[in-house]
């Protein structure tokens, strides 16, 4: 799938010259990231590709694979530049993957920078443990997840296609894993009868593998020497074809940047007011999917499925019943996440010097939203955020306002939780978006972005969790509609 889904998914969920680093981090677990001499490599294969959405060239791709005895090393640098809120924004990965001889996953490293705000993602396979260490602003943070089995990553799965010689009809399921978005889960690989495909103004014909992995559905079209002819995901309206390296390198001009946020936007043909003063609204969506997302919740509702019809209503924080830090309910959401740092000494230092000697967690979590209101500027970053870094760099957009406040809150002993969904904010249209929820006897919404506790109907929750659950939401994107059916 040559990452396609993972560079949309840091680009919009996550908030992207060719680049390379050329240094990377040193991991204590000493990953090997250091090629492989020539005379262990059995062949090597470099292929270009450039990012296309609706037609419009945003940036490139360029993957190195060597087969080795051993198995698969791979090299994988990418970039998009996008026009964010009128802020041209260049995002740049690094990845580097080692596979064993069944190209399943061993090891991966990889490196984000987007607008100076750099990351990195390390990897291991141990067993049946997957062992995943972020750094950020010299914070390392290390999780174990218990797998299975091996999983297989986005860049090799055309080659297993050959490998396994798979024929038209022919269908397997494989574990998984998305190193950037660090998403786990079954793709459902499928090989359909040659068919022609439009590649600019020529059709060519291929082999098509259709790939679903968490709801998205993308096709890739081989050649006889199963080299890519075309990597299309339809309904992001995304396509990655291969490009001369001069052609892929070529500059995206600021003006050529493309409006990623304004294109998956969702318009109303009956907008909400402005004014903002609602307390209820019904809404009713269609083309959308329902399962892996999170719709109801203590204040937003589904009263029916066909239609899908959801309710969503105001908390009322004076009903609420006064509840002191630390609140030892729904402990697992006052726990450390690889990008949510809540119990580093910085993070608790700033926690309690927002909360001083105040005990009321409805008064600290007023000061906490308007604390990180006030602290971060408000500057588009399409990066991989993490507390630490947004309580250093006090820059980024709703995704770091939610990681800060949930740090934050979570180091002061209040059960937070990030939402992932759309808000409405002139009255006509939906955005992709990024807020919290506090554990106050009931899962109260508050949005850092906006200074709301409680926050406002204008928001609509689509999923729940961190940066690997979010990918999720992408099945939505760029086919939800919704229509406005009652409010006051």
Not at 164 to 189: H, R, V
Not at 401 to 420: D, E, N
Request: aromatic share 8%; with cysteine.
């Amino acid at each position: 799938m040559k990452r396609l889904i993972t560079i949309l998914i840091t680009c919009v969920v996550a908030g992207i010259t060719i680049f390379l680093f050329k240094t990377l981090y040193k991991s204590n677990e000493e990953i090997a990231i250091k090629s492989t001499p020539a005379e262990y490599v059995k062949e090597v294969s470099e292929e270009y590709l450039g990012i296309f959405i609706h037609g419009q060239r945003v940036g490139h791709t360029f993957t190195k694979i060597k087969t080795l005895h051993s198995g698969l090393e791979i090299e994988t640098s990418s970039q998009m530049t996008i026009n964010m809120m009128d802020e041209i924004t260049t995002l740049n990965t690094y990845l580097f993957a080692r596979t064993d001889t069944t190209y399943a996953l061993e090891n991966f490293s990889i490196s984000i920078d987007a607008r100076g705000h750099e990351s990195k993602i390390e990897g291991i396979i141990k067993g049946n443990k997957l062992q995943i260490t972020t750094h950020s602003r010299g914070v390392k943070q290390t999780q174990i997840r218990d797998i299975k089995e091996k999983p297989y990553i986005p860049d090799v799965i055309d080659i297993l296609v050959k490998r396994k010689n798979l024929q038209p009809g022919d269908e397997i399921t494989l574990p998984y894993f998305d190193p950037t978005s660090q998403s786990t889960g079954k793709a459902k690989i499928k090989i359909h009868p040659r068919q022609k495909v439009k590649v600019f103004d020529k059709e060519i014909e291929g082999k098509k593998i259709e790939i679903n992995f968490m709801g998205i559905v993308s096709y890739v079209w081989l050649d006889e020497n199963n080299r890519i002819i075309k990597n299309e995901t339809p309904n992001l309206y995304m396509e990655m074809i291969p490009l001369t390296k001069e052609e892929a390198l070529k500059e995206v001009k600021p003006q050529e940047a493309f409006d990623l946020l304004g294109f998956f936007s969702i318009k109303l043909s009956n907008p909400l007011p402005q004014d903002k003063k609602i307390s209820y609204v019904k809404l009713e969506l269609s083309d959308i999917t329902l399962e892996g997302l999170d719709l109801e919740d203590d204040f937003q509702k589904v009263i029916s499925k066909d239609p899908l019809i959801i309710e969503v209503s105001k908390a009322d924080i004076n009903q609420l019943t006064p509840l002191f830090v630390p609140i030892n309910e729904n402990t697992e959401f006052l726990k450390p996440s690889a990008y949510i740092q809540c119990t580093h000494p910085d993070i608790i230092k700033e926690a309690k010097r927002i909360a001083g000697k105040e005990k009321s967690a409805i008064n600290i979590t007023k000061r906490l939203t308007n604390s990180v209101y006030q602290a971060i500027a408000k500057v588009p970053t399409p990066s991989m955020p993490s507390a630490i870094d947004v309580l250093k760099t006090k820059e980024g957009d709703c995704n770091e306002h939610s990681i800060l406040f949930t740090a934050l809150s979570r180091a002061l002993g209040i059960p937070t939780k990030i939402y992932v969904g759309l808000v409405n904010l002139e009255g006509n249209a939906y955005f992709y978006h990024a807020w919290c929820a506090v554990w106050l006897g009931k899962w109260v919404p508050v949005d850092p972005t906006f200074n709301q506790f409680p926050a406002d109907v204008y928001h609509l929750k689509l999923k729940e969790g961190e940066i690997s659950d979010w990918a999720e939401v992408m099945k939505v994107v760029g086919r939800l509609k919704i229509k406005v059916l009652e409010y006051h």
